[in-house]
């Protein structure tokens, strides 16, 4: 398989880089469901903000780069009657805010280690984590960090260590110079709105989805995204899998790498490679789905998640 040509589309599709102008408003502030958890401090984690919806067992969903809480909506309201949801919106990202001071090196440990204080200040049993992209590859740092904070994991279309997709022997110091060539570029300048819109087509299939994934694009603030780019292409988790205690499903995509030569065994073997070290995994390849599979193959999504989460998480009666 030609792992340069499959390089610039995976990484592309796998995080939905979309650098614009600004456009739209943030999403609407932390919203409390009642519960009998404590009220949330937002001053306590300015990396991201919450909005609770739903009752029962707690289910966090992160989502990926440059996209709101929002991009849950369809998960929320499928699982709200089950689950208690937590859904993040991460600073600088989607319309949110960003960091203020703009962000700083250290910009993704922040969110692990705000979330991880989030867990614990709301007292949250062990909750499910759903995460895409970038949400993914959250899941499994909050996981390798702190093993018994946060149960089982559901991993969209993401892997512990994006910059190894061409070159699996390469380290996190071997990529930095790339890294930090690929942050001063995406800092400087903004995607042209139709490159992006071209872009987000390669990433999710039905146009009323494409639209919204560029708008969040378009509102996302491009340091932001920028530095949590270069820091997702310098941390490397493979080596750390073996301290994941909880199971994790991963969902992967392979349908939008075909044009680059991909196939579903070479994809499927990538994702194999790179979790290889994780205790308790089941990866599953969409049959159709693109990097946003909650929206292209929802029916499948939700037949894999749901069934994982019976076994892994019952909701309580």
């Known amino acids: 398989m030609n792992y340069a040509a499959l390089r610039r589309p995976f990484a592309a599709l796998l995080l939905g ?3 614009a102008q600004p456009a739209v408003a943030a999403e609407r502030p932390a919203a409390r469901a009642a519960s009998s958890t404590p009220v ?3 001053a306590a984690h300015p990396s991201f903000t919450v909005r609770v919806v739903g009752k029962g067992r707690p289910v966090l969903l992160i989502p990926g780069l440059t996209c709101p809480g929002a991009v849950w909506d369809e998960t929320v309201a499928h699982y709200q009657s089950r689950y208690q949801c937590h859904v993040l919106s991460l600073a600088g990202f989607g319309g949110a805010a960003p960091v203020a001071g703009g962000p ?5 440990p922040a969110v692990r280690d705000q979330l991880l204080a989030y867990v614990k200040t709301q007292k949250l049993d062990r909750p499910a984590v759903i995460g895409h992209s970038l949400g993914g590859f959250m899941g499994l740092w909050l996981s390798t960090t702190q093993p018994n904070a946060v149960g089982p994991l559901v991993i969209l279309d993401s892997l512990p260590f994006l910059a190894a997709v061409q ?11 790339m890294a930090q060539g690929m942050r001063q570029q ?4 903004r995607m042209p709105l139709a490159q992006q819109r071209q872009m987000v087509a390669t990433m999710v299939t039905d146009t009323a989805h494409q639209a919204l994934v560029t708008r969040w694009g378009q509102a996302s603030d491009p340091a932001s995204v920028a530095q949590a780019m270069y820091e997702l292409y310098t941390t490397d988790l493979r080596a750390d899998l073996g301290a994941v205690r909880q199971p994790a499903l991963v969902l992967g995509t392979w349908a939008a790498y075909q044009p680059y030569g991909a196939t579903l065994a070479s994809t499927q073997a990538i994702f194999e490679a790179q979790y290889a070290k994780l205790p308790q995994h089941r990866i599953e390849m969409s049959p159709a789905g693109k990097h946003f599979v909650m929206y292209d193959d929802k029916a499948w999504f939700f037949q894999q998640a749901d069934a994982f989460l019976q076994a892994h998480y019952a909701a309580r009666k």
């Not at 995406?186 to 300048?189: I, K, L, R």
Request: proline share 12%.
């Open 17 to 19: 880089v979309a650098l």
């Open 40 to 42: 949330d401090n937002p």
């Open 167 to 177: 070159n699996p022997a390469l380290t996190a110091e071997a990529a930095r110079p």
């Open 104 to 108: 700083a090196a250290g910009l993704l």
């Open 186 to 189: 995406m800092s400087a300048g």
